[in-house]
C-alpha cells in the first residue's frame, strides 16, 4: 500500500502562516470583522439548526383508533406546543392522555395512520474560533477564515470536528502503546500525543475523561471498528457528495477527534512528527480530523500557534538528491530516508513495474528504489 500526496505539503511543517476556515453548517450570522484577533473558545458566528421532525404515534399512545384522533387533539395544526404540555387526550374519566415529547409547532395529524408530525423549535448553534489568530476573511452567512503562525503536522486520515486543547505527551517514544489506564483526570481537555497504537478501550476511557483528541501512528482496524459500533462494511463508505471519510452519516461524531499519522496497524509515529509535537508540549493547539478525499482535498492537522514571526506560504520542497524524505511504502511505511538519485527514466522497482523512481538511503545505510508516489519530502 502507499499513499500519494499530491499538494507538495510536507507533512511537518516548523513555521508557516496556518489558515483555518470555520464555516456553519447552514446560513447564519458573522458576529466578528475583519482584522479581528479572536481566541480559541471566542464565538465566530451564530445559526439555527433545525431539528428532524418528531412522529407520535397518538393513536396507539391513547388506545383509540386513528379515526379518533383529530377528536381528541388538545392543539390544532400549525399550533405551538411545549415539551410537557398535554397534546391530545383520550374522550372519557379514565381516558389516557398523549404528552408533547418537543417544543415545537405541529405540523400534521393524519387520520388515515393516527400520527402526528411535530416540527421541533430550532436550536442555536455557535461556531467557536477553536485557534488564537486574526480573522483575515469574513465570507457573508457562512463563517470566517483565521490565520496564525503555527507549527503543523499532517495525519493520513482522521475522525471527528476540529476541537481545540493542550498537547500532553503521554508516549515516551514513538513506538509506545498507550494503554488505558495511562488516561485519566489530568488528560480533561488535553489533546494526547500517542505512539504507535491506540486500543478501543483507551478510546472509551479518553472519552470518558473528557479528551478532546488523540494523535497516533496507528490503529487497528479491529479496534476503530469496535470503538466507533459499525456494524458492516458499509460504514467504511465516504460520502457520496462531499467525499468525506469516513461519511457523516455512517459515523457521527464520536466525541473527540482521532488524527492518524502512519495508518492502520501497529506503526510507529514518524520521528519527524513525534520530534515536532513533544517539543511543543503543553502548548495549545487545533486538531482537524476531517478528512476529504477529493478536491478541495483535506488532511486531518494538527495547528500549534507560535508567538514568533514565521514565512508566509508552507515550503514545498522539491524531490532531488539529499532530500530528507517519508517513506510511504508498506514495508518502510513512516521511516525517514535521504534522497540519493532520482531516475530521468521511468526505472523497474522491487514489485516489477516500470515507473518513474527514486532511490533512497535509509539510516541502516542500505539502499533501495521506490516509486515517486513512495516517498514524501520532508525538506
Request: charge should be neutral.
Given at each position: 500500500?502507499?499513499?500519494?500526496?499530491?499538494?507538495?505539503?510536507?507533512?511537518?511543517?516548523?513555521?508557516?502562516?496556518?489558515?483555518?476556515?470555520?464555516?456553519?453548517?447552514?446560513?447564519?450570522?458573522v458576529?466578528?470583522?475583519?482584522?479581528?484577533?479572536?481566541?480559541?473558545?471566542?464565538?465566530?458566528?451564530?445559526?439555527?439548526?433545525?431539528?428532524?421532525p418528531?412522529?407520535i404515534?397518538?393513536?396507539?399512545?391513547?388506545?383509540?383508533s386513528?379515526?379518533?384522533?383529530?377528536?381528541?387533539?388538545?392543539?390544532?395544526?400549525?399550533?405551538?406546543?411545549e415539551?410537557?404540555?398535554?397534546?391530545?387526550?383520550?374522550?372519557g374519566?379514565?381516558?389516557?392522555?398523549c404528552?408533547a415529547?418537543?417544543?415545537?409547532?405541529?405540523?400534521?395529524?393524519?387520520?388515515?395512520?393516527g400520527?402526528?408530525?411535530?416540527?421541533?423549535?430550532?436550536t442555536?448553534?455557535?461556531?467557536?474560533?477553536?485557534?488564537?489568530?486574526i480573522?483575515?476573511?469574513?465570507?457573508p452567512?457562512e463563517?470566517v477564515?483565521?490565520e496564525?503562525?503555527?507549527?503543523?503536522?499532517?495525519?493520513?486520515?482522521?475522525?471527528?470536528?476540529?476541537?481545540?486543547?493542550?498537547?500532553?505527551?503521554?508516549?515516551?517514544?514513538?513506538?509506545?502503546?498507550?494503554?488505558?489506564?495511562q488516561?485519566?483526570?489530568?488528560?480533561?481537555?488535553?489533546?494526547?500525543?500517542?505512539g504507535?497504537g491506540?486500543?478501543?478501550a483507551?478510546?472509551?476511557?479518553?472519552?470518558?475523561?473528557?479528551v478532546?483528541?488523540?494523535?497516533?501512528?496507528?490503529?487497528?482496524?479491529?479496534?476503530?471498528?469496535?470503538?466507533?459500533?459499525?456494524?458492516?462494511?458499509?460504514?467504511?463508505?465516504?460520502?457520496?457528495?462531499?467525499?468525506?471519510?469516513?461519511?457523516?452519516l455512517?459515523?457521527?461524531?464520536?466525541?473527540?477527534?482521532?488524527?492518524?499519522?502512519?495508518g492502520?496497524?501497529?506503526?510507529?509515529?514518524n520521528?519527524?512528527?513525534?520530534?515536532?509535537?513533544?517539543?511543543?508540549?503543553?502548548?495549545?493547539a487545533?486538531?482537524?480530523?476531517?478528512?476529504?478525499?477529493?478536491?478541495?482535498?483535506?488532511?486531518?492537522?494538527?495547528?500549534?500557534?507560535?508567538?514568533?514571526?514565521?514565512?508566509?506560504?508552507?515550503?514545498h520542497?522539491?524531490?532531488r538528491p539529499?532530500?530528507?524524505?517519508r517513506?510511504?511504502?508498506?514495508?518502510?511505511?513512516?521511516?525517514?530516508?535521504?534522497?540519493?538519485?532520482?531516475?530521468?527514466?521511468?526505472?523497474?522497482?522491487a514489485?516489477?513495474?516500470?515507473?518513474?523512481?527514486?532511490?533512497?538511503?535509509?539510516?541502516?545505510?542500505?539502499?533501495?528504489?521506490?516509486?515517486r508516489?513512495?516517498?514524501e519530502?520532508?525538506?
Amino acid at each position: 500500500m502507499s499513499l500519494y500526496i499530491p499538494e507538495g505539503i510536507p507533512p511537518v511543517v516548523s513555521n508557516a502562516m496556518a489558515r483555518i476556515e470555520r464555516r456553519l453548517p447552514f446560513p447564519g450570522e458573522v458576529l466578528v470583522r475583519q482584522g479581528s484577533r479572536v481566541e480559541p473558545e471566542d464565538t465566530v458566528a451564530q445559526t439555527l439548526k433545525p431539528e428532524p421532525p418528531q412522529i407520535i404515534n397518538v393513536a396507539r399512545s391513547l388506545g383509540i383508533s386513528p379515526r379518533q384522533v383529530h377528536r381528541a387533539m388538545r392543539r390544532e395544526v400549525h399550533s405551538n406546543v411545549e415539551a410537557g404540555q398535554m397534546l391530545a387526550r383520550a374522550p372519557g374519566m379514565l381516558g389516557r392522555s398523549c404528552i408533547a415529547p418537543v417544543s415545537g409547532m405541529i405540523a400534521n395529524i393524519d387520520n388515515e395512520t393516527g400520527y402526528v408530525t411535530i416540527a421541533p423549535d430550532p436550536t442555536v448553534y455557535t461556531l467557536q474560533a477553536t485557534v488564537r489568530g486574526i480573522v483575515m476573511e469574513v465570507i457573508p452567512y457562512e463563517g470566517v477564515v483565521i490565520e496564525a503562525p503555527s507549527a503543523q503536522a499532517y495525519g493520513v486520515f482522521g475522525i471527528g470536528d476540529d476541537r481545540s486543547g493542550v498537547l500532553q505527551l503521554l508516549a515516551t517514544d514513538p513506538s509506545d502503546i498507550v494503554k488505558p489506564d495511562q488516561i485519566d483526570a489530568r488528560s480533561a481537555y488535553a489533546i494526547l500525543i500517542c505512539g504507535a497504537g491506540v486500543s478501543a478501550a483507551a478510546l472509551r476511557r479518553a472519552v470518558q475523561e473528557q479528551v478532546r483528541g488523540i494523535i497516533v501512528g496507528g490503529i487497528d482496524e479491529s479496534e476503530l471498528h469496535d470503538f466507533l459500533g459499525w456494524a458492516d462494511a458499509r460504514s467504511w463508505q465516504m460520502g457520496l457528495h462531499s467525499w468525506q471519510w469516513p461519511s457523516p452519516l455512517s459515523a457521527p461524531d464520536p466525541k473527540l477527534t482521532i488524527l492518524v499519522t502512519e495508518g492502520f496497524g501497529v506503526r510507529p509515529m514518524n520521528a519527524a512528527t513525534f520530534d515536532l509535537l513533544s517539543a511543543q508540549d503543553r502548548q495549545e493547539a487545533l486538531i482537524e480530523g476531517i478528512t476529504r478525499l477529493r478536491r478541495p482535498l483535506r488532511r486531518p492537522r494538527v495547528v500549534i500557534p507560535l508567538m514568533r514571526n514565521v514565512q508566509v506560504e508552507p515550503p514545498h520542497p522539491s524531490l532531488r538528491p539529499g532530500a530528507r524524505v517519508r517513506l510511504l511504502d508498506n514495508d518502510h511505511l513512516g521511516q525517514i530516508a535521504q534522497v540519493r538519485t532520482v531516475a530521468t527514466a521511468p526505472r523497474r522497482v522491487a514489485s516489477r513495474a516500470t515507473l518513474p523512481a527514486v532511490e533512497v538511503v535509509g539510516d541502516d545505510g542500505v539502499a533501495l528504489w521506490l516509486p515517486r508516489t513512495c516517498v514524501e519530502v520532508l525538506s
